[in-house]
């Protein structure tokens, strides 16, 4: 069983910036994907960033590219994401989520962990 832990979510300003973090623990595995989801009330969870563990390749969201940097600390078994110049249309819960094979997919359905969730919002 794998556990992931999310932190770092909070109010900001638009124009602002935000780090978020998932601690991953159990029985995670050398090659893996971790990735950042968001959900806003009345729309579908939203693929965010996705980073493989195992050479460090990132993949992004054409609404967040260029802004959001994701990152890892494997000797920490921890992922970052840093959100700059946020926007009003950022605010969601943004959830980490991890998959046990080397392959980035943008669908929630591919993932098999799930954090809690922490609540971003971007006020205007």
């Known amino acids: 069983q794998v556990q992931l832990v999310e932190s770092g979510g909070g109010l900001v300003q638009a124009g602002g910036s935000l780090r978020l973090a998932c601690a991953a623990s159990?029985?995670?595995?050398?090659?893996?994907?971790t990735a950042w989801f968001r959900q806003s009330p009345g729309k579908e969870r939203e693929f965010v960033a996705g980073?493989?563990?195992?050479?460090?390749?990132?993949y992004y969201s054409d609404s967040v590219k260029g802004r959001f940097t994701i990152s890892k600390d494997n000797a920490k078994n921890t992922v970052y994401l840093q959100m700059n110049s946020l926007k009003p249309e950022d605010t969601a819960v943004y959830f980490c989520?991890?998959?046990?094979?080397?392959?980035?997919?943008?669908?929630?359905?591919?993932?098999?962990?799930w954090g809690q969730g922490t609540q971003v919002t971007v006020s205007s």
């Open positions: 989520a991890l998959r046990n094979s080397p392959v980035v997919f943008t669908t929630g359905g591919s993932y098999d962990y």
């Open positions: 159990g029985r995670t595995f050398g090659t893996y994907v």
């Open positions: 980073i493989i563990r195992s050479g460090g390749a990132t």
